[in-house]
């Protein structure tokens, strides 16, 4: 992870939250009538679609745009502004398409994230491979307004379509003996180039992992869209996950494959760099990186005239996780 300049942007430029969920209603609407548009398109000829429709809604398949456009309601009471849709779709980590912040969304086109499938592997009763199509269609997707801490010390605030990673993990059977979820990303340098450069400091394809209390906390998401719309590919199409209480490396993106395991299962950064990123993670504003201070952070957008710095909250502010910790010294356990 690379200390980048932060780019200048307008203070004038945030969304405000009831604009956004004013047009979430808009939206929500407008999927409803692309969709009856291309469902007329294939009876009776080609049809505009609504120039609305964001880019990744119209590549995302219409099972996924309509499964989104019923998400429920975000009840979560953050009162935190919402960082603009443009910010969090071109300001990345996404190092299988390059290192600069830029750079996932400029390079991430070649990744196709439908049909896409999911292996469920490890110690539960039942496993196998899975259509992404299929997997959703027995959760309920819900939208949650979360803060989003790098590591890097910057910070977003964003609305995600998902559900509960724990609503999945049930319908397996984990055994007693799944005590860890480990995670992996696609590898496949055609549709992920960085993955094929000889410069990376990551062992490919990307991986990460949750202790089972943690996978099964109901805060912990897997996402499937952002804004109302289908994750575009640089935010980690078609399925990434979400832990807002722990930096954002954690949040794998792509993920291909999710298995239950007895032991504690590699995590990528960690591999990389042990004495720097530990396998918990969690943000906690009193142990610092050895590059950055975590006692604050940079609340993005953010630029030189208005840096946005705020104080940083242990476990991001998501209090309700500190009994999965208790009696754990997280100076050690980082
Ligand atoms: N997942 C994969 N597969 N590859 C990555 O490089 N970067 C991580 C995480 N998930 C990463 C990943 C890091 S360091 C961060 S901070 C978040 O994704 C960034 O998520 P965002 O780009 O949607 O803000």
Not at 4 to 28: D, G, H, L, N, V
Not at 233 to 260: C, D, M
């Amino acid at each position: 992870m690379l200390i980048k300049r932060p780019p200048r942007i307008a203070s004038s430029e945030i969304t405000p939250e009831p604009i956004y969920r004013a047009r979430r209603q808009f939206m929500r609407q407008s999927v409803a009538l692309g969709t009856a548009a291309i469902a007329a398109g294939a009876v009776g000829g080609a049809q505009a679609k609504p120039s609305f429709v964001a880019k990744a809604d119209v590549a995302s398949p219409p099972w996924l745009r309509d499964k989104i456009a019923g998400a429920a309601a975000d009840t979560s009471e953050i009162n935190d502004t919402l960082t603009p849709y443009e910010h969090v779709t071109s300001y990345n980590n996404f190092y299988e398409f390059g290192y600069n912040k830029d750079d996932p969304a400029k390079h991430s086109g070649s990744l196709k994230p439908h049909p896409w499938q999911v292996e469920i592997s490890g110690e539960a009763e039942k496993t196998g491979t899975f259509d992404l199509e299929d997997i959703l269609s027995k959760v309920e997707l819900q939208e949650r307004v979360y803060r989003l801490r790098c590591v890097e010390a910057w910070s977003m605030v964003i609305p995600w379509i998902g559900f509960e990673l724990g609503s999945l993990l049930k319908q397996f059977n984990p055994t007693s003996r799944a005590k860890y979820v480990a995670f992996t990303t696609l590898k496949d340098t055609k549709q992920m180039p960085a993955q094929g450069s000889a410069f990376g400091t990551i062992d490919w394809p990307y991986v990460e992992g949750l202790r089972m209390d943690e996978a099964m906390h109901p805060l912990t998401l897997l996402a499937v869209g952002l804004y109302g719309k289908a994750l575009p590919n640089q935010n980690g199409a078609p399925l990434r996950l979400v832990v807002p209480w722990k930096y954002g490396f954690k949040s794998i993106k792509s993920i291909v494959k999710i298995e239950f395991t007895e032991e504690q299962p590699p995590t990528s950064w960690n591999i990389s760099a042990p004495n720097e990123y530990g396998f918990y993670a969690n943000v906690n504003p009193k142990v610092d990186h050895p590059r950055w201070s975590q006692a604050t952070e940079r609340r993005l957008p953010s630029g030189l005239f208005s840096p946005n710095i705020i104080d940083t909250q242990m476990f991001n502010g998501y209090d309700e996780v500190a009994s999965l910790y208790r009696g754990m010294d997280l100076k050690k356990y980082f």
